[in-house]
């Protein structure tokens, strides 16, 4: 007989962040608190547009043992994709309201698998500064879809929360992150990786709690 295949499928994580935030930093601290929990992960980053037009995007895949969620990886590795696909993303996290706007537009965030963790403040986009009138969009209709179109949303004002205790938004939407119990990792496993950075350890570590 045949031995079996692994088929589960990978965890799937996008992050859409602008300049500044951090967002290479909290790709990198996901990927760390993943491997010290003995997981396969590969992450990749697509570069955003300036001026406000387009987020940088982060996208990580990891999977533990056997199609698992904890403990070391086997021998058979599993094979990941490099970018996400619509309707497949497990975790959707957008350090701005609109941000949250456009993974949902395009297809990322889902009832079936999504949860969707989003800072709920805005930073107005080119196109909202530059109409001739109020061009702003609004935002309540984008909290609405989230309810409609999230398995689960997390949504609050992260970037006060983030200056609140001298951090930046990348902590907080950390602990979102954590606090979501999407993924399989000990609070202690995003803490050891927070503070291995060795940059802005307290203020980070109080922002992510």
Same mark, same amino acid.
């Given at each position: ?43 990749? %980053?697509?570069?955003? +547009? ?10 990580? !895949?990891?999977? *533990?043992?056997?199609?698992? &969620? !904890?403990? !070391? +990886? ?14 497949? $993303? &497990?975790?959707?996290?957008? %350090? ?12 990322? +965030? ?44 997390v949504l609050f004002d ?30 202690? *496993? ?10 802005? $350890? !307290? ?7």
């Open positions: 007989m045949a031995a079996a295949t692994n088929q589960a499928k990978p965890i799937g994580l996008l992050i859409a962040a602008m300049g500044g935030e951090g967002g290479g930093v909290l790709r990198q601290w996901l990927v760390d608190a993943a491997m010290a929990e003995g997981f396969a992960v590969q992450s990749t %980053s697509i570069p955003g +547009v300036a001026q406000r037009t387009g987020a940088t995007t982060y996208y990580i !895949e990891m999977q *533990g043992p056997d199609g698992g &969620d !904890e403990g !070391e +990886v086997g021998a058979r590795r599993p094979i990941m994709s490099l970018y996400p696909l619509a309707g497949s $993303v &497990d975790i959707m996290v957008a %350090s701005e309201l609109i941000e949250a706007g456009r993974a949902m537009q395009n297809g990322f +965030v889902t009832p079936n698998c999504t949860t969707l963790i989003a800072s709920t403040h805005r930073v107005y986009t080119m196109a909202e500064r530059t109409a001739m009138g109020d061009g702003r969009f609004d935002g309540a209709k984008v909290v609405a879809a989230a309810g409609n179109l999230a398995q689960q949303a992260m970037e006060a929360m983030a200056q609140e205790h001298n951090s930046v938004i990348n902590s907080v939407l950390l602990g979102a992150i954590a606090g979501s119990k999407r993924l399989p990792i000990p609070v202690a *496993g995003f803490e050891a990786a927070i503070r291995a950075t060795g940059r802005a $350890v !307290e203020a980070n570590l109080a922002a992510f709690r």
